[in-house]
């Protein structure tokens, strides 16, 4: 079992490295997890002149579609990886955003004060960090009393076609090793109530979990494989084990698969993600404090 830091030092390697995959398909990507983006924004019910603070921002999301809508709120963006926040940076400019900081930290040790935000969003970061239970305490410490916390995980991969169409290309020609229950994978986090139960050890309340529907739109099959096999942790990882040919003959059994997917001119492959918020607890115990209080 490897050690919190050389967890985090694997982390900060392997998306220091997929930076640049996540800058060139970024309007892709953008479009792909927008509604997980969307319906994370309307749970945590974001008011103006608020502190908002998003975890494993990577390159943005869904921080700066916070800053974006609530102009006066004051949005900080962290992540253990500078390259990727340097992105989340250059995206802001682009888009005229200046109410936003970024900052380089680890989910599980954050370098903020007791209640500084009024809410803390993390989409698809829960998979990655070393300790999932202490970086919930973490949000939970850093949120002021009555303030939210929501994120987002993938469901399991048979409901996330987008990517197991590449993983089971891969599995084709490399070894792929079943995905440790309780190290970093995207499906770490897949079973119902998982989150939920770090919400709850926490002392989060009125926690409630529901699926949001994505799907992945590329112009094309051969545009499907450049995006996958740039950007998702777990193929580029698996790829590097294979020689050029099997590359070649991965590309093509991917192409196959996602053409079934091909409909108007465009790739649609579907895909399913989890939300979760909860709520700290009141500083009075009052009203929304207590669960089936009203
Ligand atoms: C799948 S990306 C999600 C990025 C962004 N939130 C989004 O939804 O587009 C996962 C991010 O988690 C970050 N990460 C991994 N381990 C972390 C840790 N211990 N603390 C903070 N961020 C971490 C990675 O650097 C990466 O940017």
Not at 202 to 226: C, F, M, N, Q
Not at 275 to 284: I, L, M, P, T
């Amino acid at each position: 079992m490897p050690s919190a830091d050389e967890i985090r030092d694997l982390q900060r390697a392997t998306w220091a490295g997929l930076s640049a995959g996540w800058e060139k398909w970024d309007s892709v990507i953008t479009d792909q997890l927008g509604p997980v983006s969307a319906a994370m924004i309307e749970r945590l019910d974001i008011a103006e002149d608020r502190q908002h603070l998003d975890i494993a921002s990577g390159t943005g999301e869904p921080g700066l579609s916070i800053a974006r809508l609530s102009p006066k709120a004051r949005v900080v963006l962290t992540d253990l990886v500078a390259e990727m926040l340097d992105i989340a940076a250059r995206r802001a400019k682009a888009q005229g955003i200046t109410n936003i900081v970024t900052q380089v930290c680890s989910a599980d040790d954050l370098p903020f004060d007791d209640a500084t935000f009024d809410s803390v969003s993390v989409r698809f970061g829960y998979m990655f960090f070393p300790d999932v239970a202490k970086a919930t305490a973490e949000f939970a410490r850093v949120l002021k009393p009555g303030g939210r916390l929501c994120s987002s995980v993938w469901v399991k991969p048979e409901e996330n076609p987008w990517t197991t169409i590449t993983m089971q290309a891969i599995a084709t020609e490399a070894v792929v090793a079943p995905p440790d229950r309780d190290g970093p994978n995207m499906f770490r986090c897949a079973d119902p109530g998982y989150v939920s139960a770090l919400y709850e050890g926490a002392g989060l309340r009125d926690i409630a979990e529901w699926d949001v529907e994505v799907e992945l739109v590329t112009r094309s099959p051969d545009e499907y494989w450049d995006m996958m096999s740039e950007h998702v942790s777990l193929a580029v990882a698996a790829l590097q084990q294979v020689d050029e040919q099997a590359r070649e003959r991965i590309r093509a059994h991917a192409i196959a698969g996602v053409s079934v997917f091909e409909k108007d001119g465009k790739v649609r492959v579907p895909g399913v993600a989890r939300c979760v918020v909860g709520r700290k607890r009141d500083a009075s115990g009052t009203r929304e404090g207590r669960v089936g209080a009203s």
